[in-house]
């Protein structure tokens, strides 16, 4: 089991930009892929994006392509998400997630493992 604990979210104007941090604890001796998700208040929670062990093909989501980037250091078991470009829209509680198989999905039963979550606001 991976135990994880993100920060870094916080109040932001439109256009700015955070960087999310994941710190894993427990079994980081066994591979797992990270995911990023984010739930707003009162819709159901999405996939954001999410990176392989060794940090190859990350995915993203379509509504944050081209803004976000996903990345990790795992002599640290630490994970990131670099948010850029900021709408309200992206406006949620952000967590990361760990799971132990090998393909990058975004699929949310996929994940074992979840953080509490940090929250992301980001006003017009």
């Known amino acids: 089991q991976v135990q994880l604990v993100e920060s870094g979210g916080g109040l932001v104007q439109a256009g700015g930009s955070l960087r999310l941090s994941c710190v894993a604890s427990?079994?980081?001796?066994?591979?797992?892929?990270m995911g990023w998700f984010r739930q707003a208040p009162g819709k159901e929670r999405e996939f954001v994006a999410a990176?392989?062990?060794?940090?190859?093909?990350?995915l993203y989501a379509d509504s944050v392509k081209g803004r976000f980037t996903i990345s990790r250091d795992n002599a640290k078991n630490t994970g990131y998400l670099q948010m850029n470009s900021l709408k309200p829209e992206d406006t949620a509680v952000y967590c990361c997630?760990?799971?132990?198989?090998?393909?990058?999905?975004?699929?949310?039963?996929?994940?074992?493992?979840w953080g509490q979550g940090t929250q992301v606001t980001v006003s017009s």
């Open positions: 997630a760990a799971d132990s198989g090998i393909a990058v999905t975004s699929l949310t039963s996929r994940y074992g493992d």
């Open positions: 427990g079994r980081t001796d066994r591979p797992y892929a």
């Open positions: 990176i392989s062990w060794n940090g190859g093909r990350p």
